[in-house]
């Protein structure tokens, strides 16, 4: 039997979040933490120029890579944002699917480091960078 991971512990919380649920965020891969996320950019997350909103770019990419570290990490560990940076090349429309991914570049002992983007119906409209704290469970 697999040893049990942080991911299966925090999916279903952290997608049931109020304000996940209101963005609409969900799996690209329901099997799949770690394929990323996706959203539409529906009334409620676009600006009044009708795209997407710019703070929103940080916080999809920051819980598109806790998804990708948890699925990494055994139950009962924790992982926190301590860093991130987002750089946004283009605009996402109204109406458009945007899309997260995060890859894990080095996972050590205490911290992990993650690269992301986000795509708009496929096109890249920005990159990031995401570096957690991780705390392991003690044996």
Sequence with gaps: M???????????????????RALGLRLVDPSDPSAGLAVEAHEGIINPSRVL?????????????????????????SAVTISSS???????????????????????????????RIESDGAIIATAQVVKAIRRPTP
């Design 2 to 20: 697999p040893e049990p991971r942080l991911i299966d512990d925090v999916l279903e919380t952290v997608l049931a979040l109020p304000l996940h």
């Design 53 to 77: 909103h710019g703070g929103l770019h940080g916080l999809l990419i920051d819980v598109t890579a806790f998804l990708v570290v948890a699925t990494e990490l055994p139950a009962g560990a």
């Design 86 to 116: 987002v750089s946004i090349a283009a605009a996402a429309p109204a109406g458009s699917t945007i899309t997260t991914t995060a890859r894990i570049d080095r996972l050590g002992g205490s911290t992990a480091f993650l690269s992301g």
